[in-house]
């Protein structure tokens, strides 16, 4: 254990390790050098690394990479960076030191000598035709006491992503120039709000002229700009110096001599706007090409496809942005290198840019490109062009099934599987618990209160059977049951209400019955001599009712049955469609290998009833399958909080590895808050009911007093929920320092990882991460 600290100490103080190579020592002038430079260091501060500064050589193009690997449990970086350089002129190149950065500490490497051999090239082969022939008619100003120096532009205005040369001239009269020891140096002047090329030109005098009597000897400099901004452009003053003896002895002092030419305004004009296509994103060039080819064209779902899209042209090809390729929904695409290489041709900048990705098909299926169009501007022929590139297929085979690099998750589970019967619980506000455990205790004082009060009861004598206001009641409730059996009772009379009776149902001989007692019981309650026995008429006049009220409820029965089995047929028929379709097409297209159609289809369902657990674990499992562990984490998560204890959860949750402060942030208890708050409000609600009686009374406080600590424990389950938690979606997100893209990163989160809300800024969140704090965009993360 200690030498393992020892050793990470011993890494740390030893800060990042440098090293730059050339592939070769020894060159002729137009030889390709390739310097490799390769930087290793350990934790998570950025690096910055600073190209060195090169003489007698010209960079040609470039490419980069990085890699993370875990050693010992700290992240370990490799940054590459190859250099395409080009030998300019004869003599000693120099490679000067690689500067690396990071935090605090400052690494270099040591220069790099190179020998570059042949005689220095003619003029015809060193000069653009366009210099070539500006120099073949240019004349020296006179001056027969100092060097001219003058900087001329080629053309004198340009539109925004023109190429502009930049010429500096120095012209030494014959006799100063004989008097020098070492060549002159040539300064080219200072131009802000451009992208240079310095071009390789002869380091000697490259022509002489005659004025009058007198000779001039020309030394000049050329590079390339192209414009960043539209506008007026300023080139500062251009500077050569020079060291003259101060007498004629071989031991005689030097003095330093600088000379300065006038600044110059060049006029840039901006893009025309008429015939601009839509999608035009500022590239400028001419005769620009446009290719798209993917290598494997078919492979299985979970493999892996190399796409390459290259720009070729003329023009400023670092500067020219990525195409927008439409990729397929359904394969997941990783960005990779973009290679830049320059291939001047007669005096014009030009050569191809190179965008590579990994393209992983998630599902099988034909996976279509569609057709790239990338529109530029077109500065010789001052119009706006497109390239255009085909589109290519991506096909993954029916049944091949994704590449199984690491373990399956658990099968998947019906919707009605994890069902809690507390579900609906988790969702009521917080007021209805409230009223619960307030009602309870005012129910227990007003029940209280009401057996103190003094109570008057009323004893009421029942009338006798067969007097005359039974036989008034009977003959209510008599015609009461006709009117159910038929609404115009009381105004039928004889056959027609006899008909009435068995059309609604009843039997022949009860409805003849009935019409008999019905008379009978109007005699004795309206006509003037009563009835000889009302008691056994009314005993009489019972049967019937409760003949006449079975019969209507059986009649009803028969009517309804016939009803009831067609709707329970249909709402059968119809449940039955409904759940095959439903159960049917997202598990299906998870079997077949068609994954992210299958996570779609589970995330319609989750956008529909997010409080079924199934529809959770179904849409984590996809993500899992898809490489998405940062969002298989929310959903599997989520899927926890409603079924804790469901052992296909938890089994799922432990294929992700989790640090210590995920596992704090997305703890699951093993009891949800529906449930808690039930046995909490069960317990209340007893407790209060046994406070009302005295002999029960303790225990009743003591289930109040469980129901308290219950519905604490709920409280704080509740809490933990609704805390402002978010998890990291993709590997390396950047934790800045502020909310904007370009603001520096402090560390890297990876995916999965789990980080506390603090508040938001527009579509930026600050976030904390252990002791550390930062932004992070609202699409990097998702919350819980």
Known sequence: ?????????????????????????????????????????????????????????????????????????????????????????????????VLVRQGDQVVQTASIMITVVAPAPGIAQMLSPGIRAMVDTIQPALNETAVIVDVRAIPDSVVLGSQLDLVTMAWFPRDIRAQLRAPPTLSPPEVEGVWSYRQTTPTGIVVSRRVGDRWYDLFLSHQILFPLTAGQMRVGPATVSYVLPLTYSFLSRELQHETQSEPLDIAVSPQPAAGRPPGFVGAAGSSITLELQVTPTELRPGGAATATVTLEGAGNVALWPEPHVRWPAAVRVYPGDVTVELTPREGEIGGRKEFTYL????????????????PYFDPVAGRYEEAVAPGVQLVAPLGSGPVAARPAPPPLLPPNAAQRWSRPLDRLPLWVWLVIAAVMPLSALLVRFARRRPRTRVRTQPAPPGSAGELERLDHEFRRALQRLVP???????PGLAAALRAAGLDPSLAAHALRVRDQLQRAVFGPTGVTDPEELAAEVREV???????????????LVPLAGVALLVLASAAAVGAGAQQGAPERLYETGAIRAAADSFLQRVAADPSVAAHWFNLGNAFYRLG???????????????????????????LLPVDRLTSDLTRVRPISFGEA?????VLWVGGWLL????????????????????????????????????????????????????????????????????????????VRRGDTRGWVHQSEVARL
């Open 628 to 654: 998405q562990d940062g969002r298989a984490r929310v959903a599997w998560t989520r899927a926890a909080r409603i079924a804790p204890r469901e052992p296909a959860i938890r089994r799922a949750l432990g």
């Open 545 to 559: 009712l409760r003949a006449l009220s079975w019969d209507a409820q059986s009649s009803s029965r028969r009517r």
């Open 359 to 374: 393209l992983v098909p998630d599902s099988v299926g034909t996976h279509v490109i569609p057709g790239i169009t990338y």
């Open 1 to 97: 254990m200690v030498n393992l600290l020892l050793a990470a100490l011993l890494a740390v103080m030893q800060g990042p390790q440098v090293s730059a190579t050339v592939d070769r020592t020894d060159a002729l002038v137009g030889d390709v050098i390739t310097l490799s430079i390769r930087v290793e260091a350990s934790g998570e501060e950025p690096i910055r690394v600073v190209n060195p500064i090169l003489s007698g050589l010209e960079v040609r193009g470039s490419r980069e990479a990085t890699q993370v690997r875990i050693v010992e449990g700290r992240a370990r970086r490799t940054f590459t960076r190859a250099l395409r350089l080009v030998a300019s002129r004869p003599g000693t190149a120099t490679i000067g030191p």
């Open 691 to 766: 406070i009302t009686f005295p002999r029960v009374r303790r225990i009743g406080w003591a289930l109040a007093g469980a129901a308290l600590l219950v519905g604490t424990a709920a409280a704080g389950i509740r809490s933990e929920q609704r805390r402002p938690v978010a998890v990291v979606l993709s590997a390396d997100v950047p934790l800045r320092v502020a909310p904007f893209g370009s603001a520096r990163p402090s560390r890297m989160l990876i995916a999965g990882s789990a980080v506390r809300v603090e508040r938001r800024h527009g579509p930026w969140m600050l």
């Open 488 to 494: 115009d009772a009381t105004r039928r009379a004889g």
């Open 677 to 681: 708050a039930l046995i909490a409000a």
